[in-house]
């Protein structure tokens, strides 16, 4: 009785059966996507919104309380001028002129009432403070006129340096500067992945088949999350995110089904029998694999941050949208074309993977692994722990301008204003919450505070600043800090506050909510909040990966192995992260200056993305090996066989998502250098020194014993496997 096919096969021959419908129905998906996203517009989270902990409660408080504003600052600066002098008090009065006359701008304050509290100790430098009433997307929209302003100042007065930093300022600097990188990466990682396609397909049709497919998946999903956005905001990186893993898994999988269909060719089948092979097996292992990869992404659900559920949101579906896209509409493409697909042929092409065919570097790897596989074991995880080993000191932190801005004039301005203003420094902020913050109760706790901090002189620097709300409900006292804002200075003023001077004061007044916000604050509180979590979203991906790997291949030996395997790739990433980025190695090479720290969102938002993108590798090996364990081999000859074969594809893939993630290596921003390493680094390991060297190695050692199944858990389902199609017949 002939099998019943699988679902990646009944799915390829319906639409090879019915090409128009699949083909139109998915430009129509994606056209309606498309159109349904422009319609409602993407909701973005607010930041002062997404925070956790205290610190979250507290930004929340005041947001929610204080009118909206962006503050923002005008440097007045020069090498030979005092502050005092006609010449400099004359470029403040035109400073502060034009900010008055200029739209959207209000309460302008100049450096020399207060006794002169807005000139530098060093008398050389004043500021100008001044506010742009609105919420964060109005005051962007405004700041253009101040920045106008400022700089038709600072034309007038070339003696002086004249240049604005603010909140405004900056995030229109840094939504410029990152449109611009993420621009760069888009023109050079479509053509460069076009390039890496033609040597791998040798023909134009090929090549591009997909790219197209890449794209248009993620138009549709990026399409779709307007819509979901208005129900649940999303972060404000989404659509690069999108972008980034769409490209990657889309390639990834169309490559995947593409190179089978055109090995079954070659090995004789016809056209309907190779479609439907490649359907079944490579079909069957994009199906898997997507799978596989939604259910890790899924884990950022439970980090607690609006932010990583957003990025989970945005990744699973266009996993979705790219799996789907590769059992359906590729299907009928490639029936519609049939050979035509290998039309438009690029000349010497042919002739240079012939050399490298015959060169068989892979085939020569992986027998000499096979012929000594404890050596190569013991030698490659080796090397894989020694890379990891840096990562047990891994600093982490929510980065400051200087590094979200990378050499942006808005960060240099940042860094001038900081060593001429050293009170200006990292402010540590208490939010007070009361029925009337001008009570005398709460009054007198603020001056207690304020008292107290006084005090510590070692910890705290400058007189504090209040700020109350218009209904007198919520105070915000701000604090100087010493410290830069990362440091253990800088955390010992918080655990100041936090463990003494606010619990002794504010919090021994009934009916007050007293809550410490600030940079050291959000960073610790985003830590301590990640690292409660780390735990849920750990055993919730290792979990899911070793359940549908169980199920998939019927062993309980594989998904440990897969687990292990995978974990060491992403710990010798986190290691080269450490290396790079916390101790300096390679500055010069990628053009950024260390901060010391890793981005705080980056280790947990690594180790999801790559256990979910080393799987499409691991499965799609593993099918090829079972496949051919299924049909007599040995498990030394499958595994050989499967590496061998699927080699050119897996190299292939690894070149192009290693090529991707190696252009945001080369952005301006330090937190996307940090993605890119991350990323390009464990594919590159992942599809070197894991699936060529540690994979078949372990899988000689174990023999037999990889496809052990207790016979308690034999009650496991099948997943049907394609029958043999004989090419005579097709």
């Known amino acids: 009785m002939k099998d019943k096919p699988n679902i990646a096969g009944r799915a390829g021959r319906w639409s090879a059966q019915h090409r128009k419908t699949a083909i139109f129905g998915w430009l129509a998906f994606v056209i309606a996507s498309l159109v349904l996203g422009g319609m409602v517009g993407t909701k973005t989270l607010e930041v002062e919104e997404s925070g956790v902990g205290d610190s979250g409660r507290a930004d929340k408080i005041a947001f929610e309380a204080f009118p909206k504003k962006a503050s923002e600052s005008v440097l007045i600066q020069s090498e030979t001028l ?53 919420d964060s997307k109005k ?33 229109n600097a840094l939504d410029e500067s990152v449109g611009e990188d993420f621009k760069q990466a888009e023109y050079t990682s479509l053509p460069l992945t076009l390039a890496i ?48 893993i769409g490209l990657a898994v889309g390639v990834d999988y169309c490559l995947f089904y593409l190179r089978r269909e055109r090995e079954e060719r070659a090995a004789g089948r016809g056209e309907e029998a190779a479609l439907e092979a490649a359907a079944a097996t490579s079909g069957r292992a994009v199906l898997i694999s997507g799978f596989t990869v939604m259910t890790s992404m899924a884990g950022m659900y439970l980090a607690g941050d609006s932010g990583f559920a957003s990025f989970a949101t945005g990744t699973i579906l266009v996993v979705a949208v790219s799996m789907i896209g590769s059992l359906t509409v590729l299907p009928a493409i490639l029936s519609k074309l049939g050979d035509r697909v290998d039309k438009g042929r690029v000349p010497l092409v042919g002739r240079v993977k012939r050399r490298m065919a015959e060169m068989g570097l892979w085939s020569r790897v992986v027998d000499r692994v096979l012929r000594r596989p404890l050596l190569s074991a013991l030698v490659s995880g080796g090397l894989l722990v020694a890379l990891a080993l840096p990562a047990l000191h891994i600093h982490t932190a929510l980065s400051g301008p200087e590094a979200l801005a990378g050499d942006l004039p808005a960060a240099q301005t940042y860094d001038r204003i900081q060593a001429a203003f050293p009170s200006e420094g990292v402010p540590a902020t208490v939010v007070v919450k009361a029925g009337d913050v001008t009570s005398a109760p709460v009054t007198a706790a603020i001056d207690e505070l304020e008292a107290g901090a006084a005090k510590r002189k070692d910890l705290f620097e400058g007189p504090p600043t209040v700020e ?38 504010l919090g021994a007044v009934d009916g007050v909510e007293a809550k410490v916000t600030g940079e050291t604050a959000i960073t610790q509180d985003f830590n301590d909040n990640l690292t409660s979590h780390l735990p849920y979203v750990f055993a919730f991906v290792l979990s899911a990966a070793f359940l549908l790997l169980l199920v998939t291949f019927r062993s309980i030996v594989i998904p440990i192995k897969a687990i292990v395997l995978n974990m060491l790739s992403v710990g010798a990433a986190y290691g080269l992260l450490v290396l790079v980025f916390q101790d300096g190695w390679g500055e010069s090479l990628l053009g950024f200056e260390s901060n010391g720290a890793i981005a705080a969102w980056l280790p947990l938002f690594l180790f999801v993305i790559l256990f979910g993108l080393s799987m499409d590798y691991h499965v799609f090996i593993l099918t090829r090996v079972r496949e051919a364990f299924d049909n007599g081999m040995s498990t030394e000859d499958a595994v050989s066989h499967a590496i061998k074969s699927t080699a050119g594809v897996v190299t292939s893939a690894a070149v192009v998502m290693v090529a991707v993630f190696s252009i945001f290596a080369t952005l301006k921003g330090l937190e996307l250098k940090q993605m890119g390493v991350g990323l390009a680094a464990a594919v590159l390991i992942d599809a070197t020194i894991i699936r060529g060297v540690l994979l078949p190695a372990t899988m000689k050692l174990l023999g037999d014993w990889n496809w052990w199944l207790p016979s308690s858990l034999g009650w496991l389902p099948e997943i049907a496997r394609e029958p043999e199609v004989d090419p005579a017949k097709a």
């Open 82 to 134: 005092e502050a005092t002098e006609p010449q400099f008090r004359a470029a403040v009065g035109d400073v502060v002129q034009r900010l008055e006359k200029t739209e959207g701008v209000k309460r302008v304050d100049g450096p020399y009432a207060n006794d002169g509290a807005g000139v530098s100790p060093g008398g050389n430098s004043a500021l100008v403070n001044f506010e742009i009433p609105g």
């Open 139 to 171: 005051t962007q929209e405004l700041v253009g006129e101040a920045l106008s302003s400022v700089a038709a100042a600072a034309e007038a007065h070339p003696e002086l340096r004249i240049e604005q930093y603010g909140e405004a300022s900056l995030a």
């Open 197 to 244: 396609l033609l040597i791998a397909f040798g023909a134009l049709v090929a090549a591009g088949l997909p790219l197209l497919l890449a794209i248009s998946a993620v138009a549709a999903t990026v399409g779709l999350v307007g819509p979901i956005s208005q129900i649940a905001p999303v972060g404000d990186g989404i659509s690069s995110i999108i972008l980034l």
């Open 468 to 505: 109350v709300s218009p209904d007198k409900t919520v105070a915000s006292v701000s604090i100087p800090g010493a410290g830069d804002g990362t440091d253990a200075t800088s955390h010992r003023v918080l655990d100041e506050l936090r463990g003494d001077l606010v619990p002794a004061t």
